[in-house]
């Protein structure tokens, strides 16, 4: 390779490590990362920062050296698409609009969740043994387990935090809980594969970026949910039923109240 091309291509490579050190710069600094990424690739992000300033900067001396102007630079434009697309479209929280949900069916939607989560065997019965005495000894309206379950006299409660982890206890245990009370916020996934009255208020969890999406939770029965806007975010009560879908036993929600709710601030939840 001729000299010719060793003046403009250490300018390139700076730019090009500047401007992605300030693109995530950019994306850390108002959170927007996390419509990106999973939480623990953050601290990986915030490393490479530094890493690509120090590397631009060592890199620089090598510009000012006198050679002849390189013929062809356009191989280096490719690593600035993605920066520019980057700028030119902003990050947004996914919905069913942007996700394909064609393939999924009902009772995909809580094995996807189970099929991802962390939590092992052991765990699940030691927390069914701590819940059920718990629950059994009536001592505690509010049980908190060491697993990130939640129970509010007597009645589950699915966070943005434990959300993941009830969704994959409940289908592993789910005539533990047939008859329980239960209370999720999510937004309105509906399907042609889905009655009318039957709609998922689901969320969207992220196990390593964006590209990985995938919608979970459980089928909800509500005498309302045709009037239900798809998309929109809801607060939905009801107790755990069991029931045969497709060959399958799963656990539906028999739907008795459903509120509007306000969009979470945590986008998406996770299965660790």
Not at 23 to 42: A, D, E, M, Q
Not at 87 to 110: C, R, V, W, Y
Not at 216 to 236: A, H, I, M, P
Request: charged letters at 20%; aromatic letters at 8%.
């Amino acid at each position: 390779m001729s000299n010719n091309r060793y003046k403009v291509e250490p300018l390139m490579k700076s730019l090009i490590l500047i401007s992605i050190a300030i693109f995530f710069i950019y994306i850390v600094t108002t959170g927007k990362v996390l419509l990106y990424v999973h939480p623990r690739i953050v601290p990986y992000i915030k490393f490479s920062i530094p890493v690509m300033l120090i590397l631009a900067i060592a890199n620089m001396p090598e510009i000012f050296h006198s050679r002849r102007k390189i013929s062809n630079k356009s191989e280096y434009m490719i690593f600035l698409i993605p920066i520019a697309l980057a700028i030119l479209i902003p990050g947004k929280t996914m919905d069913s609009s942007t996700i394909s949900f064609s393939s999924i069916e009902a009772n995909t939607l809580a094995s996807k969740a189970k099929d991802n989560s962390t939590t092992t065997n052991s765990s699940n019965q030691s927390n069914e043994a701590n819940s059920s005495k718990d629950t059994q000894n009536g001592s505690d309206d509010k049980i908190d387990t060491n697993n990130g379950l939640l129970m509010i006299n007597d009645e589950i409660v699915m966070t943005d935090t434990n959300f993941v982890k009830w969704v994959s206890e409940i289908s592993d245990n789910m005539n533990k809980y047939k008859g329980k009370k239960i209370s999720v916020v999510g937004f309105v996934f509906k399907s042609d594969m889905l009655s009318k009255n039957e709609f998922v208020p689901a969320r969207l969890m992220m196990t390593c970026c964006t590209a990985d999406l995938q919608p979970v939770g459980f089928l909800c029965r509500y005498n309302e949910g045709e009037l239900l806007t798809k998309d929109s975010w809801v607060l939905v009560k009801g107790t755990i039923d069991v029931e045969n879908y497709k060959g399958q036993d799963m656990p539906v929600i028999i739907g008795e109240s459903v509120e509007k709710a306000d969009k979470p601030k945590v986008d998406y939840v996770y299965p660790y």
